[in-house]
């Protein structure tokens, strides 16, 4: 059932990620798009098709903003997608322009992700009300952190994790950030901070939580003849997942992210991997949250469910440790653009399978990376193998 | 590239300088409404509310009763086969305990929200609501919860008839 075209990925570009930028998301979306070709040593003439990711309109307040940053995106007369499946869309995106290529229909696609977040006031918490469901949710004041700590809480009290351990992602995240040239919030930071910060919805703290951010991400894809043409190093998409779980999250136990594993066991069919945990030699989870980090490191089976805080304290999760997780700071130290820092990981695993990530290297010559995103209401999962 | 690249693209604007008007900016604000019909399984439901009822949907095929109630088995993928009531009380699968507003401010009191297990409805069936009449740190994931009505005159159709779960001595 899988598709006989090889895909690759052939050059990756990355904005600072800040709370307000002076750029607007197109002049942000060009930037990494113009980073990404020229990294590729190709320019828009060589790109067949566009695809591009960017998370709820309400944030920018330009409904369609697929058509607002097409022009920056490198879109012009070209064909041209925007995918939207929520904090999910960042890896989404690349697995969207997977299939472009893999078709057979396209030989180069350039994957761009933006998001503002900061165009909206008093702050752009207030627009994700708007996410939730009118009779059962609004009128009670639901709001979102409310809902990522009710699944955080829920997941501690299933498998007895105490909140020390789950304070260790933010150190670790913040503190791998110091080496990221994009990063917002870099910090060498103890568990005490973390547990000594404000309580925003317990058992949410203040350092818990990503920040809000502006930035834009692209790759560039290509089918494997462009790719030996152009460079020595492809590397390359080797498996691609996505999928969704009931909408209806009050009727569903939020200690497992089933979505996860779900896209997780595509990707991994695809990419022949029966041994997650043996297999995959450096990992981006999506990590809004320090929990959500451990929660997907469970459903991308990379240890057993409740295992992942023990792994964490015993350093296995560290830039040098047996598993790497989230050596780029993730969204905890680097920023969440949304869409842009679901992409970010998407790079990080695409420089660190090159041998080119610098100061955030991990060791060991790393071949396979998974990187992960999740979205909608708490419900989907999207993931992509990366090989070199 | 990562190690390759001197420079990255972005230019911060510093909070102060954006309050104090001093980086050009424009202005719009959302003016529209919505009005929702509520549909043919929530309209049942909220007219049970009023009268201080919960109504469910139970499925034949897989014998699930869910709710909020829906015509339709998202699993079976088939229409619902009859409308069952449920209690008005159920146990704190999950909960947490907010000190923040909709808008990001800080709430002087914290407000207990739950995911309550309703009785009488499937295992793991619940819906998510405000825990009152309890100091947040007595509050437990399984704890004993029931509704606290509106009284009959003032109840809208709406899911805040039921002001509050409170929990139940045992
Ligand atoms: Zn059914």
């Given at each position: 059932?899988?598709?006989?075209?090889?895909?690759?990925?052939v050059?990756?570009?990355?904005?600072?990620?800040?709370?307000?930028?002076k750029e607007?998301?197109?002049?942000?979306?060009?930037?990494?798009?113009?980073?990404?070709?020229?990294?590729?040593?190709?320019?828009?003439?060589?790109?067949?098709?566009?695809?591009?990711?960017?998370a709820?309109d309400?944030?920018?307040?330009?409904?369609?903003?697929?058509?607002?940053?097409?022009?920056?995106?490198?879109?012009?007369?070209?064909?041209?997608?925007?995918?939207f499946?929520?904090g999910?869309?960042?890896?989404?995106?690349p697995n969207?322009?997977w299939?472009?290529?893999?078709?057979?229909?396209?030989?180069?696609?350039l994957?761009?992700a933006?998001e503002?977040?900061?165009?909206?006031?008093?702050?752009?918490?207030?627009?994700?009300?708007?996410?939730?469901?009118?009779?059962?949710?609004?009128?009670?004041?639901?709001?979102?952190?409310w809902?990522?700590?009710?699944?955080?809480?829920?997941y501690?009290?299933?498998?007895?994790?105490?909140k020390?351990?789950?304070?260790?992602?933010?150190?670790?995240?913040?503190g791998?950030?110091?080496?990221?040239?994009?990063?917002?919030?870099?910090?060498?930071?103890?568990?005490?901070?973390?547990?000594?910060?404000?309580?925003?919805?317990?058992?949410?703290?203040?350092?818990?939580?990503?920040?809000t951010?502006?930035g834009?991400?692209?790759?560039?894809?290509?089918?494997?003849?462009?790719?030996?043409?152009?460079?020595?190093?492809?590397v390359?998409?080797?498996?691609v997942?996505?999928?969704?779980?009931?909408?209806?999250?009050?009727n569903?136990?939020?200690?497992?992210?089933?979505?996860?594993?779900?896209?997780?066991?595509?990707?991994?069919?695809?990419?022949?991997?029966?041994?997650?945990?043996?297999?995959?030699?450096?990992?981006?989870?999506?990590?809004?949250?320090?929990?959500?980090?451990?929660?997907?490191m469970?459903?991308?089976?990379?240890?057993?469910?409740g295992?992942?805080?023990?792994?964490?304290?015993?350093?296995?999760?560290?830039?040098?440790?047996?598993?790497?997780?989230?050596?780029?700071g993730?969204?905890?130290?680097?920023?969440?653009?949304?869409?842009?820092?679901?992409l970010?990981?998407v790079?990080?695993?695409?420089?660190?399978?090159?041998?080119?990530?610098?100061?955030?290297?991990?060791?060991g010559?790393p071949?396979?990376?998974v990187?992960?995103?999740?979205?909608?209401?708490?419900?989907?999962?999207?993931?992509?193998?990366?090989?070199? | 590239?990562?190690?390759?690249?001197?420079?990255?693209?972005?230019?911060?604007?510093?909070?102060?300088?954006?309050?104090a008007?001093?980086v050009?900016v424009?202005?719009?604000?959302?003016?529209?409404?919505?009005?929702w019909?509520?549909g043919?399984?929530?309209?049942?439901?909220?007219k049970?509310?009023?009268?201080?009822?919960?109504?469910?949907?139970?499925?034949?095929?897989?014998?699930?009763?869910?709710?909020?109630?829906?015509?339709?088995?998202?699993?079976?993928?088939?229409p619902t086969?009859?409308?069952?009531?449920?209690?008005?009380?159920?146990?704190?699968?999950?909960?947490?305990i907010?000190?923040l507003?909709a808008?990001?401010?800080?709430?002087d009191?914290?407000?207990?929200?739950?995911?309550?297990?309703?009785?009488?409805?499937?295992?793991?069936?619940?819906?998510?609501?405000?825990?009152?009449?309890?100091?947040?740190?007595?509050?437990?994931?399984?704890?004993?919860?029931?509704?606290?009505?509106?009284?009959?005159?003032?109840?809208?159709?709406?899911?805040?008839?039921?002001?509050?779960?409170?929990?139940?001595?045992?």
């Amino acid at each position: 059932m899988f598709a006989k075209r090889r895909v690759a990925v052939v050059g990756a570009g990355l904005t600072l990620f800040r709370r307000n930028l002076k750029e607007t998301g197109r002049e942000l979306a060009f930037e990494a798009s113009k980073m990404a070709l020229d990294s590729a040593g190709l320019t828009r003439k060589d790109i067949d098709c566009v695809t591009l990711g960017t998370a709820p309109d309400a944030f920018d307040g330009i409904h369609m903003k697929g058509e607002n940053l097409s022009d920056g995106a490198g879109a012009y007369r070209k064909p041209y997608t925007r995918v939207f499946v929520g904090g999910g869309t960042g890896v989404f995106a690349p697995n969207a322009g997977w299939w472009h290529v893999a078709s057979g229909l396209f030989d180069t696609c350039l994957v761009v992700a933006e998001e503002k977040m900061s165009s909206c006031f008093p702050h752009p918490q207030y627009a994700f009300t708007t996410i939730f469901d009118p009779i059962m949710s609004r009128p009670i004041g639901m709001n979102l952190v409310w809902i990522f700590a009710i699944e955080m809480h829920r997941y501690m009290h299933v498998h007895g994790i105490k909140k020390e351990q789950i304070a260790l992602v933010s150190v670790k995240n913040k503190g791998n950030a110091m080496d990221h040239p994009c990063a917002q919030l870099p910090a060498k930071i103890t568990v005490e901070d973390v547990l000594n910060s404000e309580t925003l919805v317990h058992p949410v703290q203040r350092l818990d939580i990503s920040p809000t951010s502006d930035g834009a991400a692209a790759l560039v894809l290509a089918s494997e003849k462009v790719a030996k043409e152009i460079t020595d190093d492809p590397v390359w998409i080797d498996g691609v997942g996505w999928g969704i779980d009931s909408t209806y999250w009050t009727n569903r136990d939020l200690y497992y992210p089933k979505y996860v594993e779900c896209a997780a066991r595509m990707a991994y069919k695809m990419a022949g991997i029966k041994n997650p945990p043996k297999e995959i030699d450096v990992a981006e989870p999506y990590d809004p949250f320090d929990y959500k980090e451990l929660h997907h490191m469970e459903g991308l089976l990379l240890c057993k469910k409740g295992e992942a805080p023990k792994l964490t304290e015993e350093g296995v999760t560290q830039r040098d440790g047996d598993l790497p997780i989230n050596p780029s700071g993730g969204l905890l130290g680097v920023g969440n653009p949304i869409a842009a820092a679901g992409l970010m990981k998407v790079c990080e695993i695409f420089w660190q399978l090159r041998g080119e990530a610098g100061k955030r290297q991990v060791p060991g010559d790393p071949r396979t990376g998974v990187a992960q995103a999740w979205g909608d209401l708490m419900q989907y999962g999207s993931v992509i193998v990366l090989r070199s | 590239m990562s190690a390759k690249i001197k420079k990255y693209a972005g230019e911060r604007i510093k909070t102060a300088d954006l309050r104090a008007g001093k980086v050009p900016v424009v202005r719009w604000r959302p003016k529209v409404r919505y009005a929702w019909s509520t549909g043919i399984a929530m309209s049942r439901f909220l007219k049970e509310l009023k009268n201080g009822k919960i109504i469910a949907r139970k499925c034949h095929k897989c014998n699930r009763i869910v709710v909020p109630p829906r015509m339709y088995c998202e699993m079976c993928f088939r229409p619902t086969d009859e409308w069952v009531y449920v209690k008005d009380s159920g146990i704190i699968n999950t909960y947490s305990i907010s000190y923040l507003a909709a808008d990001a401010t800080r709430t002087d009191k914290p407000t207990v929200v739950a995911v309550i297990e309703i009785d009488g409805a499937s295992k793991g069936i619940g819906i998510v609501h405000i825990i009152g009449e309890a100091k947040p740190k007595d509050v437990t994931f399984g704890m004993k919860v029931k509704a606290v009505w509106k009284p009959p005159k003032e109840r809208t159709g709406a899911i805040t008839d039921i002001k509050y779960f409170k929990p139940v001595e045992v």
